[in-house]
């Protein structure tokens, strides 16, 4: 096919275009799954678990496998992985229009994420097989942007699509979107593969993977059985032995996985941080708020994406801001003022009752995705330019695997942390495993699931409504301190030094 295309449909922009709109989708899928989840309760039932599902499985699959996924690219070949991905994932999306329970929802979710994965990881590889250095950063600047636009218009693309045609066309949009990319991208890449690549670390990917899977499960029972269940104990200290033998095994692997020794740079410990802390002050809110908008203040799904809106725009601008300032001012300092501003807004949208209209949640919003876009924009540059250049290829993998999985982790444990603070606030009509599970429900947005175990009074919906606010504010105080904790620690790692390269930052902008 790619002899057979006329010259303009071939070159390394037509690369570039087949893997951002790759890129396009992904962030789509993911914040498109939020806000259809409680369409789909209301379609297809299923328990508050079985519902989070729908977004932990995407996040656990896409995390869990972009490392391996970035080994297998170099073997296999980057244009197969990333065709591969791409199909995959378009046929899961077409299963999800046809899906008739929640759990195959989720299982085909799960499968989602792991074509994630490789789409992403094949396509980034490939396009660094395109360019020349000085219009790699243009690239993947604007790999960067596409990635900021589907997180910005993603919910409100959705919520009127789901207004409109039902819960399925989000997921028909993201796969009619990925087969374009398909097809642009097997007609105008070419083939690459790493000639010394050894095969893949599978005792590190069985057992990374394996300890991802543990942990999220934990948390994700952890908000329907509670902390001191054995059975979520059980799945924690599982975990933790996990990423016990992982390391063990690292260490001894001639060609690791992971190569732990880049833990040995402070300031690249430092880099790490940057991503965990803009999901527990970002990420997490881009389903949480849909969640509670949707199915706790009753707003139409139009609707919560216009706010959503606010939350996620900044992302198209402030990264390119935060490079510019980089000529006057260290990487360090410029990121952790945005999450201090970033915990600003958290504390700010604590006080905003749950069913506040208007500009009341707008403001809060718009200060929260500025701040958090001010390191969003620098990571990506930071996380090759504080190691040896040789060594910058498993540090860019260290770095996405670090971003994705976070997120997942984070949202499990946010939802949990949710649950746990909803549970004291319930009326007294409800003790024992009823109120643990109208804890989750009402931290999954379903507040009706949550009103059926109460007894038919006047104002038990209010009730709850207050329940959840209290509730939502207590974890905007954590979320900020998260933040505002992971500001203190990146102005310590992310110091300047003689002859550091902190500017360079600027040369790949998110």
Request: aromatic letters at 8%; charged letters at 10%.
């Amino acid at each position: 096919m790619h002899r057979v295309l006329p010259a303009a449909w071939r070159g390394p922009w037509m690369v570039l275009a087949s893997v951002c709109l790759a890129a396009l989708v992904l962030p789509l899928s993911f914040s498109g799954g939020a806000v259809a989840t409680p369409a789909i309760g209301r379609a297809l039932g299923g328990s508050a678990t079985s519902l989070g599902w729908i977004t932990n499985a995407f996040m656990l699959g896409f995390g869990s496998c972009l490392m391996a996924a970035g080994a297998l690219a170099d073997q296999w070949g980057r244009k197969r992985l990333f065709l591969l991905g791409l199909s995959t994932f378009c046929l899961a999306g077409l299963a999800l229009v046809l899906a008739r329970s929640v759990w195959q929802i989720d299982l085909l979710r799960a499968l989602q994420g792991v074509a994630a994965a490789a789409t992403l990881a094949g396509g980034t590889a490939a396009l660094a097989q395109e360019f020349a250095p000085a219009q790699r950063a243009q690239a993947f600047s604007l790999l960067g942007t596409t990635f900021g636009t589907g997180l910005a218009f993603g919910p409100l693309l959705t919520g009127w699509l789901i207004e409109q045609a039902g819960w399925q066309a989000g997921f028909a949009l993201c796969a009619g979107l990925g087969l374009v990319a398909l097809l642009v991208g097997m007609g105008a890449m070419r083939e690459s593969r790493d000639p010394q690549a050894q095969g893949l670390d599978w005792p590190g990917a069985l057992l990374f993977t394996s300890m991802l899977a543990l942990l999220t499960l934990g948390m994700v029972q952890a908000a329907a059985l509670g902390w001191r269940s054995p059975q979520v104990i059980a799945l924690l200290l599982a975990s933790i032995a996990a990423l016990l033998l992982f390391i063990a095994v690292e260490r001894r692997v001639a060609r690791p996985m992971l190569d732990l020794s880049l833990f040995r740079y402070p300031r690249f410990i430092g880099v790490q941080v940057l991503p965990i802390a803009t999901c527990y002050c970002y990420v997490v809110l881009l389903v949480l708020l849909p969640l509670q908008l949707i199915g706790i203040a009753g707003y139409s799904e139009v609707a919560a994406g216009w706010w959503m809106l606010a939350l996620s725009a900044p992302m198209l601008v402030v990264p390119l801001a935060a490079a510019w300032l980089t000529r006057w001012f260290h990487a360090g300092p410029i990121s952790a003022a945005g999450l201090l501003i970033a915990a600003g807004g958290l504390v700010w949208l604590a006080q905003v009752p749950v069913d506040a209209g208007g500009m009341a949640r707008v403001l809060p919003l718009l200060l929260i995705g500025c701040g958090a876009g001010l390191p969003w924009g620098l990571m990506d540059g930071l996380s090759v330019s504080l190691v040896p250049r040789e060594r910058a290829g498993m540090a860019t993998g260290i770095f996405s695997t670090v971003r994705v999985a976070g997120e997942g982790i984070a949202l499990a444990m946010v939802t949990a942390l949710l649950a746990g603070l909803i549970s004291p606030h319930l009326p007294a009509a409800l003790d024992g495993a009823s109120l643990q599970t109208a804890a989750q429900q009402l931290a999954m947005g379903e507040l009706r699931q949550a009103l059926a175990r109460l007894p038919a009074q006047p104002g038990a919906a209010a009730d709850l409504q207050k329940a959840y606010g209290q509730a939502f504010a207590q974890l905007m105080y954590v979320l900020a301190a998260i933040a505002t904790v992971s500001a203190l620690v990146v102005l310590g790692l992310l110091r300047p030094a003689s002859g550091d390269a902190l500017q360079v930052a600027a040369a790949s902008p998110q």
